[in-house]
Structures are given as structure tokens and as C-alpha cells.
Nanobody, 116 residues
Framework: QVQLVESGGGLVQPGGSLRLSCAASGYIFSTKAMGWYRQAPGKERELVAGITSSGGVTNYADSVKGRFTISRDNAKNTVYLQMNSLKPEDTAVYYC?????????WGQGTQVTVSS
């Protein structure tokens, strides 16, 4: 079965950096686009960044452009989210996602808290 396991979250000061990882299993990782989403308390889940199956094309939410970088290692079945210049408004639970119609698969999420 499909499994997505996120790691790398934590508490960081404003301006700091974190790298999130999502290890995937249960399907052929290199054939599927991946996404990172986040959900802050009281808000809807939103797309942060996406990457195509080969890694050749990426897209970002306007709020994170220039600060976050999504990447993937198809040999390790892992997608990453490098987050720099973190702001308090980046505080949220971060989820990785893969879409395989008709199902949307999610990991358990990893908490990122940006606070001094």
C-alpha cells in the first residue's frame, strides 16, 4: 500500500532554515508528481510546492517563492522541501502528497513552528 512518511519538522527561529523529507513506498515513485502542502490552525490546507515525476519542473505558492525549494531523489524514493528565511506565518503542519486517481494520498504530517 502507498505510504508517505514526513520528517524534519521542528521549532526554528525567524530567518532560520529547515529541510523536510518525505519517504514514499508502495508505488513506483519515479512515475508520479509530488507535492508539499501545509495547514495552519484554523486555515485550509494549501499547496506549497509541486514537482514533476522527473524533477524537471517545479511550482511554488507565491508566499514561498524564492525561499523554499522542492527537490526529489528518485533513487531514494524521497522528496524534499528546503525552507530558508522562515517566517512566523510559515508555521503549520506540512504534508507531502501524491495523487493516483481516484485517491489522494497524504503522509501523517510534520509540524513546523517558526517562533523566537
Amino acid at each position: 500500500q502507498v505510504q508517505l512518511v514526513e520528517s524534519g519538522g521542528g521549532l526554528v527561529q525567524p530567518g532560520g532554515s529547515l529541510r523536510l523529507s518525505c519517504a514514499a513506498s508502495g508505488y513506483i515513485f519515479s512515475t508520479k508528481a509530488m507535492g508539499w502542502y501545509r495547514q495552519a490552525p484554523g486555515k485550509e490546507r494549501e499547496l506549497v510546492a509541486g514537482i514533476t515525476s522527473s524533477g524537471g519542473v517545479t511550482n511554488y505558492a507565491d508566499s514561498v517563492k524564492g525561499r523554499f525549494t522542492i527537490s526529489r531523489d528518485n533513487a531514494k524514493n524521497t522528496v524534499y522541501l528546503q525552507m530558508n528565511s522562515l517566517k512566523p506565518e510559515d508555521t503549520a503542519v506540512y504534508y507531502c502528497n501524491v495523487k493516483m486517481w481516484p485517491t489522494n494520498y497524504w503522509g501523517q504530517g510534520t509540524q513546523v513552528t517558526v517562533s523566537s
